[in-house]
């Protein structure tokens, strides 16, 4: 069967988006600890930026530049851009307390990064006494 569908085709199933107001509900559920810190700016950026999974776990520190509207991100490389060339994709101050900017230096600050891999796993080898820290 694979092999009929491969020579006549079929239509793709396609997942269906995530909605803005969706995404503050899933966003209000989450909790105060520094997994959900970094699970919040995960699918704030990546709403806000319109970035593919592996977009966002291959960001760096370096990767982010703060301008005045908010932070323009480097992507390196992305599925669409096999070579490498790179692009710059902005993502804007947000207006309400959901602001992908706010949570991005948020998190910086509370895993204490400034070099290396954004999202990082967060595990028992992480520093400690990061895990009372305020959210905004």
Known sequence: MRGIRRER???QR???PLLRDD???VLAATGDGLKDIRDRVLLLVGF???FRRAELVALDCADVERVRQGVVVTLRRSKTDQEGAGRKIGIPLGRSKWCPVSALDHWLAAAEMDEGAV???VG???PQGLAGVDVP
Do not use: C, D, H, Y
């Open 48 to 50: 806000a930026g319109g």
């Open 14 to 16: 396609q997942a269906k």
């Open 23 to 25: 995404l503050f509900v």
């Open 119 to 121: 999202f990082r796993r």
């Open 124 to 126: 028992p080898n992480f």
């Open 9 to 11: 085709g079929s239509a």
